[in-house]
């Protein structure tokens, strides 16, 4: 079955700075990469999201890229902010569900 | 306002009973989903159910049982028969699950065997 695997499992920033989380993915059918947002106590949010027909996708200071023949994709945060400090996670699509990934906390510091 | 929204918030249960989990969603979704988050891991996915009066099982679905009657609601029942229930429960639903779609979660609910 698919099998998702991300890193790091933890990653602290200082305020301004660049975070880069890397996800791989074990089965090459899929094809629908989302990426969620979870803060302390509630649910996970969509930040962003890419289908395997492009290989890079951006929302303001947030971009995902792809690579499919390698089997993995990349969330990008720019200019990072204290409240962009949560919990990502990463997920592929298998079959008609998702497979995500452990999650990485991200740490801003002031 | 659309969204989904899961009741209650945070639940304590003894062990042995039964309790049931909420989830509605006012979407117009076709498929809903369960998920059992435990601290440092990922999601997990119990049940889904792609139209009403169908579901089937996820991964860990042993202890658990659900229902569909409404396209809007799926509540979760966590019997006795789960032999580690306190964790975090999120419940998410896509518009259909004929294919990869995306997925919306609701707040989730806490839930602390006592």
């Known amino acids: 079955g698919e099998n998702v695997e991300q890193h790091p499992s933890t990653l602290s920033v200082q305020e301004g700075d660049s975070a880069v989380i890397k996800c791989t993915y074990s089965d090459s059918a899929s094809n629908y990469f989302p990426w969620y947002k979870q803060e302390l106590g509630k649910g996970p949010q969509l930040i962003i999201d890419?289908?395997?027909?492009?290989g890079e996708k951006k929302d303001q200071r947030i971009a995902v890229t792809l690579n499919k023949t390698a089997k993995h994709f990349s969330l990008h945060i720019t200019e990072t902010q204290p409240e962009d400090s949560a919990v990502y996670f990463c997920a592929a699509d298998y079959g008609q569900n998702f497979v995500f990934g452990p999650g990485t906390r991200l740490s801003v510091l002031p | 306002d659309g969204g989904i929204t899961q009741s209650p918030k945070y639940l304590f249960r003894k062990e042995g009973q039964n309790v049931t989990l909420s989830c509605e969603q006012n979407l117009n979704h076709d498929a809903m989903y369960w998920y059992r988050q435990d601290p440092g891991q990922g999601l997990r996915l119990i049940y889904y159910s792609q139209i009403v009066n169908d579901f089937q099982k996820g991964d860990i679905a042993e202890g658990y049982s659900v229902s569909r009657e409404k396209k809007e609601s799926f509540p979760l029942t966590v019997t006795s028969a789960q032999k580690n229930p306190t964790a975090f429960y999120l419940c998410?639903?896509?518009?259909?699950?004929?294919?990869?779609?995306?997925?919306?979660f609701g707040p989730g609910t806490r839930l602390t065997v006592l």
């Open positions: 890419i289908r395997s027909n492009v």
């Open positions: 998410a639903s896509s518009i259909f699950a004929g294919g990869a779609d995306t997925q919306y």
